[in-house]
């Protein structure tokens, strides 16, 4: 009787392995990546200082002139005119480098 539960357990754990590798696969290939990509995002945000040039996820383009950290917030100045956003609406940065 025991011989045939432990043949019963063996054979569900190698019917399982599959499955258990699958999901270590799309961690490796999906997951992993997004929380590395979602990190760097976040640091990038957090370097804004005032000068940089930064663009919207809406497509704004714009020059960082004042940083509000109580509202997690960026006024920057456009062309024509200053708008304030959230800092998480931040695509990209382009780092003004003072000489």
Request: net charge positive; proline share 2%.
């Amino acid at each position: 009787m025991q011989e045939f539960f432990q043949g019963q357990l063996g054979q569900a754990i190698v019917q399982l392995l599959p499955l258990i590798a699958l999901f270590g696969l799309m961690y490796l290939v999906m997951i992993k990546p997004q929380q590395k990509r979602k990190k760097q995002e976040e640091e990038l945000r957090k370097s804004i200082v005032i000068g940089d040039e930064v663009v919207t996820i809406g497509g704004i383009i714009g020059r960082v002139v004042s940083i509000k950290d109580d509202t997690d917030s960026l006024v920057i100045e456009t062309a024509s005119d200053k708008i304030k956003i959230k800092r998480w609406a931040i695509a990209s940065c382009n780092k003004n480098e003072k000489k």
